[in-house]
């Protein structure tokens, strides 16, 4: 996730030749990492936009686009960066430590972001899942099948883990919170160590989960299979997939609902076709057309960036300068004016602003934090 980008990448790429980085790659995980920054820090929680709130359960809202974004991506960019290696003749087995350890790293990672967190909020439990971990996960896994599946397989596994995922659900009867079966598992295995326990029956629930990781890992490869498109420019398949995969998400939600929470294969297959476009207006756009890449300093420092605002989170949390930063520097004086929505989507949009510069900095200076 790291590196300088070219401003165009050719139509057609020979397969052996070294890989190039792609800008509009590194702009589109720039902008949904930004996105992701934006969400998570919000002045006021009880005054958000609804835009920019996750679907309480069943439904999909914009912010639900941003984390299988971010997976599809990972996807897209194993392909770009592991595949012509394993093609140039690199060992595959070495390869596959280094995927097994960066992913290790990244789990690694959000474990230690739940410590701080368990410290700045004062929590009754730790949480051991959550976002980081689920990136590492995927990321390991999709890393793998990239060195030692063929695409066939690669997407046998993405059909099975659709049709699989769906049995068990099903399986499980009810879908509602906290009763359903992918729930019901996570809190078996992770016991407290969940996101969320219901006072009421004590059930748990995360959802970052261990049993929903089965619809993030579908997600990574679709975005896999994009990414050895758009390295051998079949821009026509990206349209295409992208299409079908919303026109079969949206029949799919008739049975099972879009559900980001439970990452249901009908969100899986609709988020993922919404990406495919995405990914190749951003290629249309900054690769071949010259536009600017926008976002791109986040996206050559993703992890960390993300990893860094959490800990400033953290870090203001625990001091106790959160609150009176928000009060003094725009609740007091935007409120009465604006309403307590303004203030609250302002600070959001400086804590981005923020870490904008930070990365616009280490990016100047060509300095990249890989984990």
């Known amino acids: 996730m790291s590196g300088a980008s070219n401003a ?43 835009p920019l709130e996750h679907a309480a359960w069943h439904g999909f809202t914009p912010t639900d686009l941003i984390f299988p974004m971010f997976l599809f991506i990972v996807g897209v960019s194993i392909a770009l960066a592991l595949m012509p290696r394993l093609e140039r003749g690199d060992d595959a087995r070495t390869l596959t430590r280094t995927v097994l350890v960066r992913g290790a790293r990244i789990v690694g990672l959000g474990l230690l972001l739940h410590l701080c967190a368990l410290w700045a909020f004062d929590l009754p439990h730790y949480r051991v899942m959550g976002v980081l971990q689920r990136i590492g996960l995927c990321f390991a896994a999709a ?45 078996a295995v992770l016991g407290v160590h969940v996101y969320q326990l219901d006072p009421v029956t004590g ?28 390295r051998r420019g079949d821009r026509r398949a990206l349209w295409i997939a992208g299409l079908i995969a919303m026109a079969a998400g949206l029949a799919w939600s008739l049975w099972q609902p879009l559900n980001k929470n439970l990452w249901t294969p009908s969100y899986v297959l609709w988020t993922g076709g919404i990406a495919c476009w995405v990914l190749a207006m951003f290629h249309r756009l900054i690769d071949l057309r010259g536009w600017p890449p926008l976002g791109r300093a ?10 860094g605002s959490a800990f400033m989170l953290y870090a203001l949390v625990a001091s106790g300068w959160l609150e009176p930063l928000y009060q003094q520097a725009f609740a007091a004086w935007m409120t009465p004016r604006w309403g307590a929505f303004v203030p609250s989507l302002a600070y959001a949009l400086a804590f981005v602003a923020v870490w904008w510069i930070v990365v616009r900095v280490l990016d100047a200076r060509r300095i990249y934090f890989k984990i």
């Open 298 to 307: 986040f996206g050559v420092n993703a992890i960390a960036a993300y990893a």
């Open 143 to 187: 890393g793998v099948l990239a060195l030692h599946a063929r695409p066939r397989l690669q997407w046998l596994m993405f059909a099975t883990l659709l049709v699989g995922y769906a049995a068990l659900l099903a399986a499980g009867g009810s879908l509602d919170p906290f009763a359903n079966i992918a729930s019901r598992i996570d809190h």
């Open 8 to 50: 165009s990448v050719s139509r057609n790429i020979p397969i052996g030749a070294p890989a190039p980085r792609y800008a509009s790659v590194d702009a589109l995980r720039g902008v949904t990492v930004a996105a992701m920054v934006l969400v998570n820090n919000p002045g006021d929680w009880g005054h958000v936009y609804a």
């Open 203 to 230: 059930r748990g629930h995360d959802p970052e989960g261990l049993v929903s990781t089965l619809g993030a890992l579908a997600t990574t490869l679709l975005g896999l299979r994009a990414g050895d498109w758009l």
